[in-house]
């Protein structure tokens, strides 16, 4: 059972506009939701992270929305650029208990064309 | 700090050989994991550790073994490479497990024939 789900799998946006990615979860302990990115060739690096406890998180270009009642956030990238072009992870984990792991959606390929 | 090394970087195997994953962080974490990407699949958690001598498994533990001796490295062991494990894997460490970032190595691509 997928307990993150993002979409959409890929995503094609021009140089400058604003790219959105969208992630729903299921589990209602889920209180950490990270996003990572992923150059070709290379591992995932986090990009930015949200807790629950506020809607919104800005950092540069980069702003996670969350609607804790939908259980849903997203990852907007305004003024898209070529450079942005990678595959982007949303996950979530809880801290509660014994959980240890991240749960992650299956990625979104974004290509920015100049 | 180098941060988490994997070697090695690309390997081909043949049907039921075996082979060891290596990984080592140098930054002192506690927690560390494996995971493999398949595309359009995501990340998928192999097993984790959570210290020396602690090891689970994740979501896809099949087929996979592992140790942690020390709080620098954890291997990951393939005993019958199977071409369903054909993948690139991924080693991961982190601090702090709520609100931590895992930190992840540049993967080892594997291939088998």
């Known amino acids: 059972q997928q307990q993150v789900k993002q979409s959409p799998q890929s995503l094609i946006v021009q140089k400058g506009g604003i790219s959105i990615i969208n992630c729903a979860y299921e589990?209602?302990?889920?209180?950490?939701f990270p996003w990572y990115q992923q150059f070709p060739g290379k591992g995932p690096a986090l990009l930015i992270a949200i807790r629950p406890d506020v809607s919104e998180k800005k950092e540069g270009r980069f702003t996670i929305s969350f609607n804790k009642s939908a259980k849903q956030f997203s990852l907007h990238i305004m003024d898209s650029q070529p450079g942005d072009s990678a595959t982007y992870f949303c996950a979530a984990s809880s801290s509660g208990g014994s959980n240890y792991k991240l749960t992650f959606g299956k990625g979104t390929l974004l290509t920015v064309n100049p | 700090n180098a941060g988490v090394t994997q070697t090695p970087k690309f390997r081909i195997l043949k049907i039921g050989q075996s082979m060891t994953l290596q990984c080592t962080q140098d930054?002192?974490?506690?927690?560390m994991y494996w995971y493999r990407q398949d595309p359009g699949m995501g990340l998928k958690l192999i097993y984790y550790s959570v210290g020396a001598g602690i090891t689970d498994k994740g979501e896809v533990p099949n087929g996979y073994n592992v140790s942690r001796s020390t709080t620098e490295d954890f291997p990951l062991r393939l005993e019958l490479a199977a071409p369903s494990q054909t993948s690139v894997y991924f080693c991961?460490?982190?601090?702090?497990?709520?609100?931590?970032?895992?930190?992840f190595g540049p993967g080892t691509r594997l291939l088998v024939l």
């Open positions: 589990n209602t302990a889920f209180d950490y």
């Open positions: 991961a460490s982190s601090y702090f497990v709520q609100e931590g970032t895992q930190y």
């Open positions: 930054m002192n974490h506690n927690y």
